[in-house]
């Protein structure tokens, strides 16, 4: 399972961004896929999931500003993340995450997932 992570930037506060996380069509269509990130000197925390049935999760602090979504445009599979009403506290290295079934309590740990990408950073001042 391979994960590539593009689309991140700088913005300033309230501005909108959406990464993406491009995947083959088997992780885009069977795997729970997942966006963390980790702002500097910080763990790791899950911002939204996206599980096999299309069920969606957030973060708290994330709901009513984010929306994670899967595309499937021109034969391109992957993940989205909508990012509106941006705060400076969101800036971190955003990674994509995979994995193949994942139960709902635990779609933001860090735990059950064994794929990641590389990460892009978002920076909102």
């Known amino acids: 399972v391979q994960l590539v992570e593009s689309g991140g930037g700088s913005v300033q506060a309230g501005g909108s961004l959406r990464p993406s996380c491009a995947a083959s069509?088997?992780?885009?269509?069977?795997?729970?896929m997942a966006w963390f990130r980790q702002a500097p000197g910080k763990g790791r925390e899950g911002v939204a999931a996206i599980d096999g049935d299309r069920r969606t999760y957030y973060a708290d602090s994330v709901k009513g500003r984010f929306t994670i979504s899967k595309s499937n445009a021109k034969n391109t599979y992957g993940l989205l993340l909508q990012m509106n009403g941006l705060k400076p506290e969101d800036t971190a290295v955003y990674y994509c995450?995979?994995?193949?079934?994942?139960?709902?309590?635990?779609?933001?740990?860090?735990?059950?997932?064994?794929?990641w990408g590389q990460g892009t950073q978002v920076t909102v001042s």
């Open positions: 995450a995979a994995e193949r079934v994942v139960a709902g309590p635990f779609v933001l740990q860090e735990w059950p997932y064994s794929y």
């Open positions: 069509e088997h992780t885009y269509s069977r795997y729970c």
